[in-house]
C-alpha cells in the first residue's frame, strides 16, 4: 500500500468542498518541524473550508494527521485567507 501524498489530499477534498475550483492553491513550506501546508481558496469558498465552528478545518488536519502518521512526518495545514 503506497502512503497518501498530504498535499494530494489535501487539495482533492478543498476541490470537493469550493465552488471556484481553479482558485484552491497549496504552498509547501518547509520547516524546521516538518511541513506546512498553507491552502489557499476564493474569498467567497473559505467559509466552506473553515465550516461551522472550524468544524470543517478540523476535520481536514484529523484527515491530514491520520494520512501522515505512519510516515512519521509531521504536516501541518493552515489556511490563508
Do not use: C, F, N, Y
Not at 501524498?5 to 470537493?16: F, H, S
Not at 518541524?33 to 468544524?55: F, H, Y
Not at 494527521?65 to 501541518?76: F, L, M, P
Amino acid at each position: 500500500m503506497r502512503e497518501a501524498d498530504p498535499r494530494e489530499l489535501v487539495l482533492l477534498l478543498a476541490r470537493a468542498l469550493v465552488d471556484q475550483v481553479d482558485q484552491v492553491r497549496i504552498d509547501e513550506v518547509p520547516t524546521p518541524r516538518g511541513t506546512v501546508l498553507q491552502l489557499s481558496v476564493a474569498p467567497e469558498d473559505i467559509g466552506k473550508i473553515i465550516g461551522k465552528d472550524g468544524r470543517t478545518a478540523q476535520a481536514l488536519r484529523t484527515l491530514l494527521s491520520a494520512a501522515t502518521s505512519r510516515s512519521g512526518r509531521r504536516v501541518q495545514l493552515d489556511i490563508v485567507d
